[in-house]
């Protein structure tokens, strides 16, 4: 399984973009906003995961609501699956709990589950399966 991504929630994508361009990485292309999850999205590569920087685009999303609550900073960690079904259904067996009995839509059309931050131990845990598949 590989990192996929490390998401940090901020308000304001330039200033939370400062710290990495410091460090000499650039945008992975354009913006993207991924509507369903109500964040605009800019991504930085790192070897084979991605630094991906949240900005909520309304204010009933999960990421604003994250805000107001602990301001910005880290929100959460992404692994990378081969299939994404297979892998709810096996850790639903051992007593996992997912925030959606479905995935959802995720950045580059990828599909995307969470896991209760409970279950991770205080942290948010995504699983990501990519479009076109990429080895987990
Ligand atoms: C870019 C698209 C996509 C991708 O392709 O990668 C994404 O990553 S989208 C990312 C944004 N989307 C999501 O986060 C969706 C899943 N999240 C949620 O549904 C909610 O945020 C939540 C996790 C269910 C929490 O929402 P809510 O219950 O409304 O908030 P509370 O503030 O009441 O939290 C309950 C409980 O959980 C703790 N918490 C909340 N968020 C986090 C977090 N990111 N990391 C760690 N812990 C978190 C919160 O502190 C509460 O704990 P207690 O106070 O102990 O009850
Ligand atoms: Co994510």
């Known amino acids: 399984m590989l990192l996929d991504h490390v998401a940090i929630a901020t308000p304001d994508l330039e200033a939370g973009s ?11 292309g354009p913006d ?12 930085f590569q790192v070897g084979e995961t991605l630094i991906e920087l949240l900005m ?8 604003a609501g994250f805000l107001a609550r602990r301001g910005p900073g880290l929100h959460h ?8 079904d297979a892998e709810m259904a096996r ?9 959606s009995d479905v995935p959802a839509p995720g950045r580059a059309g ?3 589950a969470f896991l209760h931050p409970k279950w991770g131990e205080g942290t948010l845990i995504e699983l990501v399966e990519h479009a076109l598949g990429g080895h987990a």
Request: charged share 25%; glycine share 8%.
């Open 18 to 28: 400062a710290p990495y361009v410091a460090l000499g990485l650039h945008p992975e």
């Open 32 to 43: 993207e906003v991924v509507e369903g999850q109500g964040v605009r999205v800019r991504a």
């Open 110 to 112: 990828s599909r995307v």
């Open 77 to 84: 960690t992404a692994y990378r699956v081969a299939d994404l």
């Open 56 to 63: 909520p685009t309304r204010e009933d999303s999960p990421v």
């Open 91 to 99: 850790l639903r067996a051992d007593g996992a709990r997912f925030l």
